[in-house]
T-cell receptor, first 114, second 112 residues
Framework: ETGVTQTPRHLVMGMTNKKSLKCEQH?????MYWYKQSAKKPLELMFV???????ENNSVPSRFSPECPNSSHLFLHLHTLQPEDSALYLC?????????????FGPGTRLLVL | GQQLNQSPQSMFIQEGEDVSMNCTSS?????WLWYKQDPGEGPVLLIA?????ELTSNGRLTAQFGITRKDSFLNISASIPSDVGIYFC????????????FGSGTQLTVLP
């Protein structure tokens, strides 16, 4: 595997379900991100992990719970979601070098909450 | 928060035509990135720009980092059907590591 991978690619869940999204990066990067992409909206940054430490939480509801066990893996645990949480969830990774970085994205998980 | 103004929002062009899109900001950025996103997929990095005035090509794609550091453009020459998709610009401000600001995207349609 190369780059950034995400599983599952598609997920349908009820509002009472608990599910998890998984992201893995094979680029040796030290930062990982979760983004939410809704139709006709710019990408929304949800969480940032820098060297496995969460450094950013952009006012995300507690029904979204991230986990970063190591610098290559990132999870997003979902519980009691709402229909408006249906979106494409994108994972990204980057390496900070000399103050600049380039983020590389995974293919995303298309989530539908019924 | 900071936003990037990306234009145009959508474009319909004939196959073989050249395309130009741009992003502007009221703030200075030290990195400009251009991504392409196909339906149901994640954004794929096309070109990264790290220096004011930098002009970089990737095949038929050319992007420039504006001299003022507040804008960037992307050109696609001799468009082909597989160029269809949404093109996003993204910028990183100095001192804002781990924070990219994204444009709202340009939807490109290439007509045969």
């Amino acid at each position: 595997e190369t780059g950034v991978t995400q599983t599952p690619r598609h997920l349908v869940m009820g509002m009472t379900n608990k599910k998890s999204l998984k992201c893995e990066q094979h680029l040796g990067h030290n930062a990982m991100y979760w983004y939410k992409q809704s139709a006709k909206k710019p990408l929304e940054l949800m969480f940032v992990y820098n060297f496995k430490e969460q450094t950013e939480n952009n006012s995300v509801p507690s029904r979204f719970s991230p986990e970063c066990p190591n610098s290559s893996h990132l999870f997003l645990h979902l519980h009691t979601l709402q229909p408006e949480d249906s979106a494409l969830y994108l994972c990204a990774s980057s390496q900070l070098l000399a103050g600049v970085e380039t983020q590389y994205f995974g293919p995303g998980t298309r989530l539908l909450v019924l | 928060g900071q936003q990037l103004n990306q234009s145009p929002q959508s474009m319909f062009i004939q196959e073989g035509e050249d395309v130009s899109m741009n992003c502007t900001s009221s703030s200075i950025f030290n990195t400009w990135l251009w991504y392409k996103q196909d339906p149901g997929e994640g954004p794929v990095l096309l070109i990264a720009l790290y220096k004011a005035g930098e002009l970089t090509s990737n095949g038929r794609l050319t992007a420039q980092f504006g001299i003022t550091r507040k804008d960037s453009f992307l050109n696609i020459s001799a468009s082909i059907p597989s160029d269809v998709g949404i093109y996003f610009c993204a910028g990183q401000q100095f001192g804002s590591a781990r924070q990219l600001t994204f444009g709202s995207g340009t939807q490109l349609t290439v007509l045969p």
